[in-house]
């Protein structure tokens, strides 16, 4: 952690603070060494004139004192939430929603003002490759969820172009790479099951009420494997990325219980649980000569076999 993170994450230790808190809690709560601790206590004071406060319980911030650090404070996600929400809701805006969102923006522009973001749309966002749902069947959804009824649906599959009727019980929506799925039970197949919104050919909410999945089992089933479709981990992806090709891959994060070795000075190896082949292989074409796949072999074999059709389309 750097001098300049310590000094931020001080303060927002001592602004949520009613008393002092002594210098072993700083120590573990700043990563550092008691001197360093120091050190960052001596620069908030004397070179940001912060009103910090000392006894023999600790530090905390005199509470007569208005005080604020200069400059930025936000993090990367912190500003990237921010400006997102409010370029949704512009996005949004309509003459029965202009007056509300504009009260809901008008508060984001002040929050963004006061860490030092003055206009907005100087920083762009763009989504891509969105996937829009039909704005009746988005509303259907919701109403189902909100309601906590079940929901009457024609679902066409990807793969097949085949359609099925399901009767779902919907338990979240998910907005995940710029399109939006629902999680639910599905009565037909009695298991979760995920529903991109864009292949929902039909929707009416149902007057029973919908089955409820424990949160607990919800999250061990979406957290156990790669990607959108998850499920229950069934293998692990062993994938070695070569950095000096690819070294935006170093920062990438793929999953929660992903695990990464380095290789050598020029590759890494990164072991990814999975349960759906589907969105990984995707995933590690976008990489092209960057990555290969060591195992499993049923994995790297399916990979070769998509590489190898392609490859046709490009043989005249």
């Keep these: 952690m750097k001098k300049i993170e310590r000094i931020y994450l001080l303060d927002s230790i001592l602004k949520q603070r009613r008393t002092p808190i002594a210098i072993e809690a700083l120590m573990e709560r700043l990563e550092c060494s008691q001197a360093t601790v120091y050190r960052i206590i001596a620069s908030l004071r004397d070179e940001y004139n912060a009103p910090i406060f000392s ?20 993090n990367a996600e912190e500003t990237h939430g921010l400006l997102m929400a409010a370029q949704l809701l512009e996005d949004l805006q309509s003459d029965s929603l202009q007056k509300p969102l504009e009260r809901i923006l008008n508060g984001i522009d002040k929050v963004l003002q006061q860490k030092g973001i003055n206009n907005r749309r100087l920083i762009q966002i763009i989504p891509a490759l969105s996937r829009k749902p039909d704005s009746h069947i988005f509303q259907q959804v919701m109403t189902a969820l909100q309601q906590e009824k079940k929901l009457d649906i024609t679902y066409l599959n990807r793969s097949d172009k085949a359609q099925t009727k399901r009767l779902i019980s919907p338990q979240r929506l998910t907005s995940y790479k710029n399109a939006w799925y629902i999680d639910a039970w599905c009565h037909l197949r009695e298991g979760i099951r995920l529903f991109a919104l864009e292949q929902i050919q039909q929707a009416s ?3 029973e009420k919908a089955k409820k999945i424990p949160a607990d089992t919800l999250r061990s089933h979406y957290a156990e494997s790669y990607g959108i479709f998850s499920g229950q981990m069934k293998h692990r992806a062993e994938i070695k990325i070569n950095t ?3 070294p935006w891959t170093v920062f990438e994060h793929w999953h929660s219980k992903q695990q990464i070795k380095r290789l050598d000075d020029n590759h890494i190896l990164l072991t990814i649980p999975y349960n759906d082949d589907r969105e ?3 995933d590690v074409m976008r990489l092209g000569q960057a990555a290969q796949i060591l195992a499993p072999k049923k994995l790297r074999d399916k990979f070769k076999q998509q590489l190898e059709s392609i490859l046709t389309h490009y043989d005249h």
Aim: charged share 30%.
């Design 205 to 207: 909410v149902d007057i």
């Design 244 to 246: 000096d090709l690819a």
């Design 55 to 74: 006894d023999e319980h600790g530090v905390c911030y005199d509470r007569s004192a208005q005080f604020d650090l200069p400059g930025i404070k936000l």
């Design 280 to 282: 990984l292989i995707a």
